[in-house]
């Protein structure tokens, strides 16, 4: 079945850096819109970056200029990296494959932690 697989989630302190990576299985990964979301205790869960097949990408304006979503088509992945990371950046990260044909499922990570903390 489908899979995506996030890795990269950690402890980090104030100002860090972290790279996250998500890998997709099943799928044909250049038919679908790539994005990362996150949600923090007690609250809805939302858009952080996302990324076209063709390599457009739009972003949060929480992360504007310190976040940068890419993807590599060749290797099926996505990545998501965050610097200048702040407190507030503390979530759970989740990867989502959003299809391009509207017939398709949309698919979800099981999520990856991110903690920033000194």
């Known amino acids: 079945q489908v899979q995506l697989v996030e890795s990269g989630g950690g402890l980090v302190q104030p100002g860090g850096s972290l790279r996250l990576s998500c890998v997709a299985s099943?799928?044909?990964?250049?038919?679908?819109?790539m994005g990362w979301y996150r949600q923090a205790p007690g609250k809805q869960r939302e858009l952080v970056a996302r990324?076209?097949?063709?390599?457009?990408?739009n972003y949060a304006d929480s992360v504007k200029g310190r976040f940068t979503i890419s993807r590599d088509n060749a290797k099926n992945t996505v990545y998501l990296q965050m610097n200048s990371l702040e407190p507030e950046d503390t979530a759970v990260y989740y990867c989502?494959?959003?299809?391009?044909?509207?017939?398709?499922?949309?698919?979800w990570g099981q999520g990856t932690q991110v903690t920033v903390s000194s």
């Open positions: 989502k494959a959003d299809p391009i044909y509207s017939t398709l499922s949309a698919y």
């Open positions: 099943k799928i044909i990964f250049n038919t679908y819109t």
């Open positions: 990324v076209t097949s063709g390599g457009s990408s």
